[in-house]
Protein backbone atom coordinates (compact mmCIF):
# COMPACT_ATOMS: atom_id res chain seq x y z
CA UNK A 1 0.00 0.00 0.00
CA UNK A 2 1.11 3.17 -1.05
CA UNK A 3 2.29 5.70 1.51
CA UNK A 4 1.37 9.92 1.42
CA UNK A 5 2.99 10.97 -1.45
CA UNK A 6 4.20 14.59 -0.94
CA UNK A 7 5.39 16.53 -4.59
CA UNK A 8 7.63 18.49 -5.06
CA UNK A 9 10.68 17.26 -2.79
CA UNK A 10 11.77 20.67 -3.32
CA UNK A 11 11.02 23.53 -4.39
CA UNK A 12 13.28 27.24 -4.63
CA UNK A 13 10.52 30.45 -4.86
CA UNK A 14 11.26 33.83 -5.29
CA UNK A 15 9.56 36.37 -3.15
CA UNK A 16 6.04 37.68 -4.51
CA UNK A 17 5.52 34.22 -6.54
CA UNK A 18 3.05 31.76 -5.43
CA UNK A 19 3.71 28.07 -5.19
CA UNK A 20 1.27 25.21 -5.22
CA UNK A 21 2.08 22.01 -3.06
CA UNK A 22 0.54 18.40 -3.77
CA UNK A 23 -0.62 16.09 -1.80
CA UNK A 24 -1.68 12.51 -2.56
CA UNK A 25 -3.13 10.28 0.51
CA UNK A 26 -2.75 6.76 1.30
CA UNK A 27 -5.86 5.08 -0.58
CA UNK A 28 -9.12 5.17 1.33
CA UNK A 29 -7.80 7.49 3.58
CA UNK A 30 -10.06 11.11 3.19
CA UNK A 31 -8.87 13.23 5.76
CA UNK A 32 -5.41 15.17 4.95
CA UNK A 33 -3.76 18.07 7.52
CA UNK A 34 -0.99 20.18 6.32
CA UNK A 35 1.59 21.29 8.87
CA UNK A 36 4.34 24.14 8.29
CA UNK A 37 7.92 22.88 10.32
CA UNK A 38 10.41 25.22 10.71
CA UNK A 39 13.82 25.60 13.28
CA UNK A 40 11.95 28.62 14.94
CA UNK A 41 8.32 27.91 15.60
CA UNK A 42 8.70 24.18 15.11
CA UNK A 43 5.64 22.03 13.64
CA UNK A 44 2.18 23.92 13.12
CA UNK A 45 -1.34 22.91 12.25
CA UNK A 46 -1.99 24.63 8.62
CA UNK A 47 -5.65 22.75 7.80
CA UNK A 48 -7.47 20.02 8.02
CA UNK A 49 -9.48 18.68 4.51
CA UNK A 50 -12.02 16.13 4.98
CA UNK A 51 -14.87 15.17 1.95
CA UNK A 52 -13.26 18.57 0.41
CA UNK A 53 -14.11 20.66 2.96
CA UNK A 54 -11.96 22.70 5.33
CA UNK A 55 -12.76 21.54 8.71
CA UNK A 56 -9.89 23.16 10.60
CA UNK A 57 -7.26 25.88 10.07
CA UNK A 58 -4.48 27.04 12.22
CA UNK A 59 -3.51 30.79 13.33
CA UNK A 60 -1.74 31.23 9.53
CA UNK A 61 -2.29 34.38 6.91
CA UNK A 62 -5.19 34.63 4.36
CA UNK A 63 -1.58 33.59 1.66
CA UNK A 64 -2.04 30.40 2.79
CA UNK A 65 -4.90 28.39 1.34
CA UNK A 66 -5.77 24.79 0.33
CA UNK A 67 -8.26 22.24 -1.12
CA UNK A 68 -9.35 19.18 -1.43
CA UNK A 69 -10.28 17.02 -4.38
CA UNK A 70 -13.02 14.04 -4.68
CA UNK A 71 -10.24 11.68 -5.12
CA UNK A 72 -8.67 12.99 -1.61
CA UNK A 73 -6.05 14.46 -3.34
CA UNK A 74 -4.92 18.22 -1.48
CA UNK A 75 -3.13 21.13 -2.52
CA UNK A 76 -2.15 24.07 -0.52
CA UNK A 77 -1.09 27.48 -1.97
CA UNK A 78 0.39 30.34 -0.56
CA UNK A 79 0.97 33.53 -2.59
CA UNK A 80 2.88 36.36 -2.36
CA UNK A 81 5.66 34.42 -1.01
CA UNK A 82 8.20 35.64 1.72
CA UNK A 83 11.05 35.13 3.12
CA UNK A 84 10.01 33.61 6.39
CA UNK A 85 7.77 31.05 4.35
CA UNK A 86 10.70 28.64 3.68
CA UNK A 87 10.06 26.03 5.81
CA UNK A 88 9.32 22.10 5.32
CA UNK A 89 6.07 21.35 4.48
CA UNK A 90 4.26 17.94 5.71
CA UNK A 91 1.25 16.71 4.96
CA UNK A 92 -0.52 13.85 7.00
CA UNK A 93 -3.35 11.41 6.04
CA UNK A 94 -6.24 9.53 8.34
CA UNK A 95 -9.18 7.58 7.19
CA UNK A 96 -11.69 10.48 8.50
CA UNK A 97 -10.97 12.97 11.02
CA UNK A 98 -11.84 11.18 14.21
CA UNK A 99 -9.18 8.90 13.75
CA UNK A 100 -6.41 9.49 15.61
CA UNK A 101 -3.41 7.30 13.72
CA UNK A 102 -1.81 10.06 11.34
CA UNK A 103 0.36 9.14 8.75
CA UNK A 104 2.76 11.62 7.35
CA UNK A 105 4.27 12.58 3.97
CA UNK A 106 7.92 13.06 3.67
CA UNK A 107 7.46 16.61 2.99
CA UNK A 108 8.02 19.74 0.50
CA UNK A 109 11.10 21.54 1.25
CA UNK A 110 10.32 25.11 -0.14
CA UNK A 111 12.68 27.59 0.25
CA UNK A 112 12.31 31.80 -0.73
CA UNK A 113 14.93 33.37 -1.85
CA UNK B 1 -5.16 26.62 23.40
CA UNK B 2 -3.17 23.35 24.44
CA UNK B 3 1.06 23.44 24.93
CA UNK B 4 3.65 20.91 24.78
CA UNK B 5 7.12 21.25 26.67
CA UNK B 6 10.02 19.08 25.58
CA UNK B 7 12.67 20.05 28.00
CA UNK B 8 15.42 18.15 26.37
CA UNK B 9 16.43 19.36 23.15
CA UNK B 10 19.45 16.87 22.75
CA UNK B 11 19.89 13.48 24.38
CA UNK B 12 22.53 10.84 24.09
CA UNK B 13 22.37 6.86 25.00
CA UNK B 14 24.42 4.20 24.31
CA UNK B 15 23.49 1.27 22.13
CA UNK B 16 21.16 -1.20 24.17
CA UNK B 17 21.11 1.00 26.95
CA UNK B 18 17.47 3.16 28.34
CA UNK B 19 16.74 6.66 27.14
CA UNK B 20 13.90 8.14 28.68
CA UNK B 21 12.43 11.50 26.86
CA UNK B 22 10.42 14.08 28.69
CA UNK B 23 6.89 15.41 27.78
CA UNK B 24 4.88 17.96 29.63
CA UNK B 25 2.00 19.67 28.30
CA UNK B 26 -1.08 21.78 29.42
CA UNK B 27 -4.71 21.64 28.64
CA UNK B 28 -7.81 22.01 30.28
CA UNK B 29 -9.60 19.21 28.70
CA UNK B 30 -10.00 15.97 30.25
CA UNK B 31 -10.21 13.78 27.29
CA UNK B 32 -7.18 13.46 24.56
CA UNK B 33 -4.67 11.58 22.76
CA UNK B 34 -0.95 11.84 23.10
CA UNK B 35 1.59 10.81 20.81
CA UNK B 36 5.28 10.46 20.33
CA UNK B 37 6.28 10.94 16.29
CA UNK B 38 9.81 9.79 15.34
CA UNK B 39 11.68 11.81 12.58
CA UNK B 40 15.01 10.27 11.46
CA UNK B 41 16.77 12.38 8.47
CA UNK B 42 14.73 11.17 6.17
CA UNK B 43 12.46 13.85 8.09
CA UNK B 44 9.29 11.64 7.14
CA UNK B 45 7.08 11.47 10.66
CA UNK B 46 6.80 8.02 12.46
CA UNK B 47 4.50 7.60 14.90
CA UNK B 48 6.04 5.46 17.28
CA UNK B 49 3.55 5.08 20.18
CA UNK B 50 -0.11 6.59 20.92
CA UNK B 51 -2.09 7.17 24.15
CA UNK B 52 -5.58 7.70 25.20
CA UNK B 53 -6.28 10.11 28.04
CA UNK B 54 -8.94 8.34 29.13
CA UNK B 55 -6.67 4.61 29.57
CA UNK B 56 -5.21 4.47 32.65
CA UNK B 57 -2.53 1.28 31.74
CA UNK B 58 0.47 3.00 30.01
CA UNK B 59 1.07 2.27 26.28
CA UNK B 60 3.58 0.05 25.12
CA UNK B 61 4.85 -1.17 21.61
CA UNK B 62 8.12 -3.44 21.00
CA UNK B 63 11.17 -1.46 22.49
CA UNK B 64 9.20 1.70 23.04
CA UNK B 65 7.22 2.47 26.35
CA UNK B 66 5.77 5.75 27.79
CA UNK B 67 4.72 6.91 31.45
CA UNK B 68 1.64 8.77 31.34
CA UNK B 69 0.82 10.94 34.44
CA UNK B 70 -2.27 12.22 33.88
CA UNK B 71 -2.37 14.58 36.87
CA UNK B 72 0.74 15.89 36.47
CA UNK B 73 0.51 16.17 32.79
CA UNK B 74 3.54 14.41 32.03
CA UNK B 75 4.28 11.89 29.10
CA UNK B 76 7.62 10.29 28.76
CA UNK B 77 9.10 7.95 26.32
CA UNK B 78 11.24 5.15 27.31
CA UNK B 79 13.06 3.56 24.68
CA UNK B 80 14.96 0.13 25.86
CA UNK B 81 18.02 -1.44 23.85
CA UNK B 82 18.63 1.56 22.21
CA UNK B 83 19.68 0.62 18.27
CA UNK B 84 21.68 3.10 16.17
CA UNK B 85 18.30 2.89 13.69
CA UNK B 86 16.46 5.16 16.33
CA UNK B 87 18.87 8.06 16.32
CA UNK B 88 16.23 10.66 14.83
CA UNK B 89 14.56 13.69 16.01
CA UNK B 90 11.41 12.76 18.83
CA UNK B 91 8.21 14.77 19.04
CA UNK B 92 6.10 15.13 21.55
CA UNK B 93 2.22 15.59 20.54
CA UNK B 94 -1.46 16.17 21.66
CA UNK B 95 -4.27 16.10 20.21
CA UNK B 96 -7.81 17.04 21.08
CA UNK B 97 -10.67 14.42 20.86
CA UNK B 98 -12.31 16.59 18.79
CA UNK B 99 -13.11 15.04 15.49
CA UNK B 100 -10.09 16.55 13.75
CA UNK B 101 -8.22 17.63 16.86
CA UNK B 102 -9.88 21.02 16.85
CA UNK B 103 -8.57 24.50 15.32
CA UNK B 104 -5.11 23.32 16.38
CA UNK B 105 -5.01 19.65 14.86
CA UNK B 106 -1.54 17.98 16.54
CA UNK B 107 -0.08 20.59 18.86
CA UNK B 108 3.92 19.83 19.09
CA UNK B 109 6.70 19.84 21.08
CA UNK B 110 9.62 21.77 19.80
CA UNK B 111 11.64 17.93 19.82
CA UNK B 112 14.00 16.43 21.31
CA UNK B 113 17.06 14.96 19.34
CA UNK B 114 18.17 11.70 20.37
CA UNK B 115 21.80 10.94 19.68
CA UNK B 116 22.79 7.03 19.69
CA UNK B 117 26.67 6.27 20.52
CA UNK B 118 27.95 3.30 19.43
Known amino acids: KAGVTQTPRYLIKTRGQQVTLSCSPI?????VSWYQQTPGQGLQFLFE???????NKGNFPGRFSGRQFSNSRSEMNVSTLELGDSALYLC????????????FGQGTRLTVV | AQTVTQSQPEMSVQEAETVTLSCTYD???????LFWYKQPPSRQMILVIR??????QNATENRFSVNFQKAAKSFSLKISDSQLGDAAMYFC???????????????FGKGTHLIIQP
Open chain 2, 51 to 56: QEAYKQ
Open chain 1, 49 to 55: YFSETQR
Open chain 2, 93 to 107: AYRSPRAGGGADGLT
Open chain 1, 27 to 31: SGHRS
Open chain 2, 27 to 33: TSESDYY
Open chain 1, 92 to 103: ASSLRPENTEAF
